[in-house]
């Protein structure tokens, strides 16, 4: 744009004057149109944004590559705006005819803050997707589905294929409270049976997932068990299964850069060998995985995530001041 403003301050200042001053200003102004419909072209458009609870929000957004390739449990990286970080964040839903996928997640930080603070109409800079390896579907007879806090929306795929493999879903969900359950008519619609905990009975039987997954357990035969949500609780999930010698594949979410394998960020270890995440996984048979090194991995930047979530508060609330001002 500096080119095109030093352009034009030569042209009139030479004694040609070819252009008056007024068509200089139209021409100025259609190259600006035509420079921010260059840069949106390349970005992804927010379309719809919906608030599901206090911390976690939904987001329709403009894909349509991403929308025709994507499958249950690939996830994409996101990168906001030129400075952003990369994150990672499963695909939860798509539209075809409108060419959109949709995102759920939870603010605990500050790009999911950022994240959230956009609005309908604003621009993503970057995504990258469709990546990670797609869920194995197939009719496996009884499957159990099982899903934490946020974990919820990446399951709903996922259950809504095991369905349509001629599989019995059993589904259960799980969140601290009743404010925080997700989408209990969409899982009903995809689930044989849904079964609902919260940890303080606001909504359905009071207690964990994993209270619910020993009932079932004792009630009838389960081929395998999915699970997908915090690590604690896949964590308790996979422990529990191998008591029953019952196959167990687990979600893992350990934190990602690129989400192509090369930068070693997402490296796990399961059964004794090295695994990358973002291209071996996501999912893991989780009586193999090494949790406690997970755990360990997943907190090492807790200070700096502290640090730079708070920095951008305090941005924030110094832009909030001066439009008050
Ligand atoms: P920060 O304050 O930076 O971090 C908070 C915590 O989030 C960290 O302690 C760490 O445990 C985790 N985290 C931080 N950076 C990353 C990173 N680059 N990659 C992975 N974890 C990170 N969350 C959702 O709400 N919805 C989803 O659909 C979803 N899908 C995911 C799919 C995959 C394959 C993975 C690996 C993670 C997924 N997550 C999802 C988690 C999400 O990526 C993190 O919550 C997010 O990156 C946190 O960023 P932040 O800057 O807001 O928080
Ligand atoms: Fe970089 Fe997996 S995110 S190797
Ligand atoms: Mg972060």
């Given amino acids: 744009m500096d080119v095109w403003k030093n352009s034009k301050l030569q042209l009139q200042d030479s004694k040609k004057n070819i252009f008056s001053n007024f068509q200089l200003n139209i021409f100025y102004k259609i190259y600006i149109i035509f420079e921010i419909y260059n840069s949106e072209k390349d970005m992804f458009k927010i379309i719809k944004k919906e608030v599901l609870s206090s911390v976690i929000k939904s987001f329709e ?36 005819e409108k060419g959109t996928i949709k995102i759920i997640f939870q603010t605990v930080g500050k790009s999911t803050t950022e994240l959230g603070n956009l609005k309908e109409g604003d621009f993503i800079r970057d995504i990258v997707g469709p990546l990670g390896k797609p869920t194995e579907i197939e009719n496996f007879g009884t499957v159990v589905a099982m899903a934490g806090g946020v974990g919820t929306a990446e ?3 996922v259950i809504s294929d095991l369905l349509k493999a001629g599989n019995k879903v059993i589904t259960i969900v799980g969140a601290r409270n009743k404010d925080l359950l997700l989408l ?5 619609a995809n689930s044989t049976e849904l079964l609902t905990a919260t940890d303080d009975g606001s909504y359905g039987i009071k207690g964990f997932v994993t209270n619910v997954l020993a009932d079932v357990i004792k009630r009838e035969k389960v081929n395998i068990v999915y699970a997908i949500g915090p690590v604690p609780m ?3 999930v996979s422990n529990m299964t191998r008591e029953y010698n019952l196959k167990t594949l687990v979600s893992l979410n350990p934190i990602m850069v690129d989400g192509t394998g090369m930068c070693g960020a997402c490296r796990v270890s399961v059964d004794k060998k090295i695994r990358f995440a973002c291209v071996d996984g996501p999912e893991f048979d989780g009586h193999l995985v090494d949790w406690d090194e997970l755990t360990s991995r997943l907190r090492a930047f807790k200070e700096n995530e502290k640090v730079a979530l708070e920095k951008y508060k305090e941005i924030l609330n110094m832009e909030c001041k001066c439009h008050k001002e």
């Fill in 234 to 236: 896949m964590k308790a």
């Fill in 155 to 157: 399951l709903l795929p």
């Fill in 61 to 96: 957004i403009e894909a349509p590559d991403i929308a025709k390739n994507i499958k249950p449990g690939q996830f994409i990286v996101l990168r906001l705006h030129e400075k952003g970080e990369r994150f990672p964040l499963t695909v939860a839903g798509k539209n075809l």
């Fill in 184 to 188: 209990q008519d969409e899982l009903k």
